[in-house]
């Protein structure tokens, strides 16, 4: 698999002529090629060539007619919505996430809905009703979860990024499976207006692309006020890409006792390794570590399996087969 295939590279391809149309029937070539990875639950490879046709100008904003894979949590006004779920798989949302709305408005063309854990539940994308995914790297190998499908798409170069969500883990784990970047936002700053949920209290929506960068840009987009979540955060949204320049130096970076004390908390010695050595770059560009202690951290599992399952039994009695969800006969 090139290493090549961020949002550099599609300007690149934009300064030498060319255009969306290109872009989108690559996408959907990568997309067949990789259908033994079972990444892509359902293909949008005719609206996303007519709205790459639609993308003509080329000094319009830099995802306009970049290709990209909605998680299928995100419901999209027209295009099946199934969360991974038999209980959804004929689910057709009337309208559209705030985050695939805004992505849209600015040009971004979906070839497709990225596979995941069912209803997100899950650390390794093999409990979804259309099948496991396959990580790209090795067949054999999980690409991790809940936005396994996700972090499979980008991996293999089928979209260069892939809208994601996380409540415990499920952006960043499957990013670190498959070799990508994946990033969480803080809570409140993308809308959850539109994401099928899990842990309300925990959800949030993010990114999973080639690099922070890439990420960075994405996010530009997405991020912001929104009046139809009552927890979005009505704050500016930062220039993510212009930090991306910053110094870090004199920046501090807690080092939590629990994890890198004496006692690891389970860390695997590799992850560990490679961890002290990201750290150690970062002190040398100026970056002060600052041992901390989170009192409670033995807790925090915990307390996220009591938090977590509780408030998912309360949103998921909404698929009762009545207004949404699978009926049984009797």
């Known amino acids: 698999m ?4 961020d949002l550099a590279y599609f300007q690149a391809e934009k300064a030498r002529g060319v255009g969306a149309i290109a872009f989108a029937e690559q996408a959907i070539a ?7 990875l079972n990444a ?14 639609a993308v003509q100008t080329p000094d319009l904003h830099p995802l306009a007619g970049i290709p990209m894979a909605h998680k299928d949590l995100f419901c999209t006004n027209g295009v099946r919505t199934s ?5 959804l798989a004929n ?3 009337p309208y559209s996430a705030t985050i695939v709305e805004k992505l849209a408005y ?4 979906s070839i497709g809905k990225a596979n995941m854990d069912e209803f997100a539940m899950g650390s390794a994308n093999e409990h979804s009703y259309f099948g496991a995914v396959s990580n790209p790297w090795n067949l054999t190998c999980v690409p991790g979860g809940s936005s396994g499908g996700s972090a499979a798409l980008v991996a293999a170069r089928v979209v260069p990024y892939a809208t994601a969500s996380d409540t415990g883990g499920s952006i960043r784990q499957p990013a670190a499976f498959c070799g990508v970047t994946g990033f969480k936002p803080s809570y409140g700053r993308v809308s959850r207006y539109g994401m099928v949920a899990y842990a309300s209290s925990l959800d949030q929506a993010g990114v999973i692309a080639q690099s922070a960068a ?4 994405v996010l530009q987009v997405m991020a912001g006020h929104d009046l139809r979540d009552g927890t979005s955060l009505d704050v500016p949204v930062p220039d993510y890409q212009k930090a991306l320049a910053q110094s870090v130096s004199g920046l501090k970076i807690g080092l939590p006792r629990g994890i890198f004390g004496g006692e690891q908390a389970g ?5 560990l390794a490679a961890t002290r050595l990201a750290l150690s770059s970062l002190e040398k560009l100026g970056a002060v570590l600052v041992d901390i202690d989170l009192a409670h951290l033995d807790a925090a599992l915990a307390a996220y399996y009591v938090i977590a399952p509780c408030e998912a039994s309360s949103n998921l009695a909404r698929f009762d087969g009545v207004r949404y969800g699978h009926r049984c006969e009797n």
Not at 2 to 5: F, P
Not at 214 to 217: E, G, M, R, T
Not at 267 to 271: C, F, K, Q, S, T
């Open 2 to 5: 090139s290493n090549i295939y």
């Open 30 to 36: 990568r997309a067949q090629a990789a259908a033994p």
């Open 40 to 53: 892509l639950i359902s293909d949008s490879f005719q609206s996303a060539l007519s709205a790459a046709a």
């Open 83 to 87: 969360c991974g779920s038999k209980m």
């Open 91 to 93: 689910f057709v949302p």
């Open 106 to 109: 600015v040009g971004a063309i």
């Open 214 to 217: 890439d990420c960075a840009a």
């Open 267 to 271: 860390l695997d010695p590799a992850v």
